[in-house]
């Protein structure tokens, strides 16, 4: 498709997407929201990409392929679940760290979960569209 107007509104609305799903990864752990919703966003804002500039052009945004962040975040998500076993609780106990973040508050094991399941919903989905997208050219 070579419509301007969707290549325009594409380039405007990938930064602001991907900076809205960041947001709701971050208030996910204390409000509505994270790693689920803020990953779909994501995926629409490249998805969105994709249809303006082609798949190949969005691919070329990063170095890495989509695939390589499900198990990356899945790694990330099973550690934030057995970390509290370390200190002798049960596995997916939340563990809160002691010193606050200036803007960001109290980070907890919660939030690096769902930066894990962040990274899998943005990586399964872009895989399974952009491997659709690919074969049907």
Request: hydrophobic share 50%; proline share 7%.
């Amino acid at each position: 498709m070579s419509s301007i107007i969707l290549k325009t509104g594409a380039r405007y609305l990938l930064p602001i997407l991907l900076l809205y799903s960041v947001f709701l990864l971050l208030r996910g752990h204390n409000l509505p929201g994270g790693g689920f919703v803020g990953g779909l966003v994501a995926s629409i804002a490249f998805v969105l990409h994709s249809f303006a500039n082609g798949t190949e052009n969005t691919l070329k945004l990063s170095k890495h392929k989509p695939i390589q962040l499900i198990p990356i975040g899945l790694l990330l998500a099973a550690l934030s679940m057995v970390l509290p076993m370390f200190f002798g609780l049960p596995p997916m106990t939340g563990v809160w760290f002691d010193y606050p973040l200036p803007v960001m508050g109290l980070i907890g094991t919660s939030l690096f979960f769902d930066i894990g399941v962040y990274l899998v919903v943005i990586g399964s989905i872009l895989t399974t569209l952009f491997t659709i997208s690919q074969s049907t050219h």
